[in-house]
Nanobody, 125 residues
């Protein structure tokens, strides 16, 4: 059983910055790759970023490269998503997810085993 709780989402203006956090339970957090996904109303859930268990490898959706940074602190069982230069199209519910067993990093929703409840990010024009 792994429980994930996202926090940090809020309303802000375009061009602003925000850091999301995802706190995880479990004994073996460092063995899980972690990902961030987002879902806007009426749209499919889409991949945002992923990070390996050690934090040494990262992977980003093209739409957020250069603007978002995923990181983790295994001592705190927490993964972060630093979001800069936010745009209205970044508006969505953001979810973190844990991948127990996929070799390497993945963008596929089906490869993630545990999900948080989501946190709302709203970027105004």
């Amino acid at each position: 059983q792994v429980q994930l709780v996202e926090s940090g989402g809020r309303l802000l203006q375009g061009g602003g910055s925000l850091r999301l956090s995802c706190a995880a339970s479990g004994r073996t957090f460092s063995s899980y790759a972690m990902g961030w996904f987002r879902q806007a109303p009426g749209k499919e859930r889409e991949f945002v970023a992923a990070i390996s268990g050690s934090g040494s490898s990262t992977y980003y959706a093209e739409s957020v490269k250069g603007r978002f940074t995923i990181s983790r602190d295994n001592a705190k069982n927490t993964v972060y998503l630093q979001m800069n230069s936010l745009k209205p199209e970044d508006t969505a519910v953001y979810y973190c997810a844990a991948d127990r067993r996929t070799y390497g990093l993945t963008y596929l929703t089906r490869d993630y085993d545990y999900w948080g409840q989501g946190t709302q990010v709203t970027v105004s024009s």
